[in-house]
Structures are given as C-alpha cells and as structure tokens.
C-alpha cells in the first residue's frame, strides 16, 4: 500500500510540473497580450496621438518603425533590449517606464520579459507568415464555369 501511495504522489508531483512547463513554453501572443499592455501602459506618451522620443507603441507597424532604428527589441534578448530595460529600471531612476506612473505589475514585466525571449514576434510578421486560406469549393467551381 505504502508503495502504490508514493508511486501516486510521485505521478501527481510529475503531472504538476508538466503542466506547469506546458504553461511556461506557451507563446505570447502581441495582439492579445503585449500590445494591451503598451497601449493601456505606455500610449498616453507612445501612443497613436503622441509619439515621446518618436516612439509609439499602439500597433505592431509604428514598434517595428522605431525598432529597427534602435536596440528597442532584441528578439530572445531582452536584457539587452532598451524597452525591457527601462520597464524594469528602479522606480527612482529617471529613464523607467511609464514615466510619471506606478511600475507595471510582475505579471506585466513577465510576460513582456517572456514575449521578448520567444522572439518578440510582432503581429506584421505572423500575419506574413500565414499561409494564404485554400479557396474554397464554390468559389473553384466558379472559376471552372467561367473558364468554360
């Protein structure tokens, strides 16, 4: 009995962390993870309307303007990426992000900090990368009549 309770235990500890990694590995997703965050976090000085140090954060287009002028995204490097720094900076230092504002949450930081890790991928680029929607059978048809 006492060997089937710590083969149980040992089982559940090891379906714990499983689960625990899977959630750690998932990729973070820009549209509907990160950009809320700059947009609620840092727009009112990066955002559509105004654009501090000419940088906006609003949409993946403006980031990726900015980022390839700068060290603003290091994709799998944000220790060395100058958004990532300044978003972690001590709440005294004058060059933290939001400037004026409370520090972003933990939570917020990691998973920014997470998105970078994972390549910073933007929503241009994913949007690039998709492959194009197979046509489908009505509209081939279609095509076929009209070729007849």
Do not use: Y
Request: proline share 6%.
């Amino acid at each position: 009995m006492n060997r089937i309770l710590k083969s149980f235990v040992i089982a559940f500890v090891c379906l714990l962390s499983t689960g625990a990694v899977a959630r750690a590995q998932e990729k973070v997703d820009f549209v509907t993870k990160v950009q809320p965050i700059f947009v609620a976090r840092c727009g009112k000085c990066h955002g559509e309307e105004k654009a501090a140090g000419k940088l906006k954060l609003h949409t993946a287009d403006a980031i990726l303007a900015f980022a390839k002028k700068d060290k603003l995204l290091l994709a799998g490097k944000p220790d060395e990426s100058e958004l990532f720094k300044r978003i972690t900076l001590p709440a005294e230092d004058k060059k933290r992000m939001p400037k004026g504002a409370d520090p972003l949450p933990a939570e917020e930081i990691a998973l920014i900090k997470q998105w970078i890790e994972q390549g910073a991928v933007l929503a241009v680029v994913a949007a690039a990368a998709a492959p194009a929607p197979a046509p489908d059978d009505a509209a081939m048809a279609a095509e076929e009549a009209a070729k007849a």
